[in-house]
T-cell receptor, first 115, second 112 residues
Framework: GDSVTQMEGPVTLSEEAFLTINCTYTATGYPSLFWYVQYPGEGLQLLLKATKADDKGSNKGFEATYRKETTSFHLEKGSVQVSDSAVYFCAQNGGGSGNTGKLIFGQGTTLQVKP | DAGVIQSPRHEVTEMGQEVTLRCKPISGHNSLFWYRQTMMRGLELLIYFNNNVPIDDSGMPEDRFSAKMPNASFSTLKIQPSEPRDSAVYFC??????????FGDGTRLSIL
């Protein structure tokens, strides 16, 4: 069935370090892909998305490229800040017939950035 | 604009009691989703509605869980009777058309 797999955390980085959080998916169709971020005590917020192969989603210095050949959507940021400390979720919508909006989430990766 | 509003933010109750969680979606959104988040199982979709109609409730754990959406601006998730293993953070999300989902801040439920 459709699934999302993320690298296990926690990921601990120093401020201004380069960030990569790996995400791969399996899907029967052609899904849209998403990264959500969850700050402590809050709900999930959409960080970026990509709807088709080779699309690059970007927001707040974060980027992710939809790679159909490797079924991946890795999240990157060139220089992290302490304020980026949060849990990051990769998700897909299955891509089956009809966009039901049902999201399949990875298990989440905790990022901790130290000053 | 107001986001998705959930209440209560925190709920602590004893096992066996009925628990009702509430959600007000963003005005104009026509789809509503209920999720449960635990350390062990991550984020799980429990049920979702389109235009107030339940479409997929395959994620509802068992008959103790029920959800309703009597109108476009209100939904409830009820657990009766509650058990300690129901302790989790419950999120509601809404969306319109094929736009991404917007999440509420969640209800942290503790069953003693």
């Amino acid at each position: 069935g459709d699934s999302v797999t993320q690298m296990e955390g926690p990921v601990t980085l120093s401020e201004e370090a380069f960030l990569t959080i790996n995400c791969t998916y399996t899907a029967t169709g052609y899904p849209s892909l998403f990264w959500y971020v969850q700050y402590p005590g809050e709900g999930l917020q959409l960080l970026l998305k990509a709807t088709k192969a080779d699309d690059k989603g970007s927001n707040k210095g974060f980027e992710a490229t939809y790679r159909k050949e490797t079924t991946s959507f890795h999240l990157e940021k060139g220089s992290v800040q302490v304020s980026d400390s949060a849990v990051y979720f990769c998700a897909q919508n299955g891509g089956g017939s009809g966009n039901t909006g049902k999201l399949i989430f990875g298990q989440g990766t905790t990022l901790q950035v130290k000053p | 604009d107001a986001g998705v509003i959930q209440s209560p933010r925190h709920e602590v109750t004893e096992m066996g009691q009925e628990v009702t969680l509430r959600c007000k979606p963003i005005s104009g959104h026509n789809s509503l989703f209920w999720y449960r988040q635990t350390m062990m199982r991550g984020l799980e979709l429990l049920i979702y509605f389109n235009n107030n109609v339940p479409i997929d409730d395959s994620g509802m754990p068992e008959d103790r869980f029920s959800a309703k959406m009597p109108n476009a601006s209100f939904s409830t998730l009820k657990i009766q009777p509650s058990e300690p293993r129901d302790s989790a953070v419950y999120f509601c999300a809404s969306r319109t058309g094929d736009q991404p989902q917007h999440f509420g801040d969640g209800t942290r439920l503790s069953i003693l």
